[in-house]
Every structure is written in C-alpha cells, then in structure tokens.
C-alpha cells in the first residue's frame, strides 16, 4: 500500500503560481513513477503531468506544458507540481497518483491515489 496526502492548493488570480505537494508513506516510493490529475466541476478526472522513477523523465498534457512543472525529491518522498501562468480552466481537484507503469496517462493504470486539494483560479 501507498499512501498519498496533497497539499498546497488554495485560491489564487489569474497569472499567478501555486506549489502542490504529494507526501508519500509506505512502500517504496522510488519504485513508482508519480502522476497528477485534475477534475474540474461537472468534468470527467483528466491526466496532467507524470514523472518516472528515478532520472525524472516527465510527460504534460498539452494543456499546461510550459506553465506547470512536475518534479519529486525522493529524499523526501515527495512529489511536486509547480503551477505558473495559472487560468481560471486550471480550475479544478488535483490529485496526485502512483503507477508501477510509465509513461502512462490512463488513470486506470495507477493504484494508488490522494483525496485531492483544490485549486481555484479567479479571473
């Protein structure tokens, strides 16, 4: 078992930044290539970023690449996403997710999962 705990999320403008973490207990946290996922209200979950195990190999949907950042500190067992340039469709729960796969962007693949922090973005 995996255990996610998210933080970091909050209200912020248009054109700002927010930093979310993901602390992670129980089996080896290297051994999982990270994911987050967003759901936004009356919208199915969609796939944001994933970083692999251990060099850092990341992946982006088209819709934040450039802006948000996904990085880990397995030191810590901690995964971050860097939100920069942040609109008000980035509006949405994020969650972080752990997955035995890479790269992989169906939520369906990864077996653990947070309970989420929301991001609220206002115009």
């Known amino acids: 078992q995996v255990q996610l705990v998210e933080s970091g999320g909050g209200l912020v403008q248009a054109g700002g930044s927010l930093r979310l973490s993901c602390a992670a207990s129980g089996r080896t946290f290297s051994n999982y290539a990270m994911g987050w996922f967003r759901q936004a209200p009356g919208k199915e979950r969609e796939f944001v970023a994933q970083?692999?195990?251990?060099?850092?190999?990341?992946v982006y949907a088209d819709s934040v690449k450039g802006r948000f950042t996904i990085s880990r500190d397995n030191a810590k067992n901690t995964v971050y996403l860097q939100m920069n340039s942040l609109k008000p469709e980035d509006t949405a729960v994020y969650y972080c997710?752990?997955?035995?796969?890479?790269?992989?962007?169906?939520?369906?693949?990864?077996?653990?999962w947070g309970q989420g922090t929301q991001v609220t973005v206002s115009s």
């Open positions: 997710a752990a997955s035995t796969m890479w790269p992989i962007r169906s939520e369906q693949r990864y077996a653990y």
């Open positions: 970083i692999s195990w251990s060099v850092g190999s990341t």
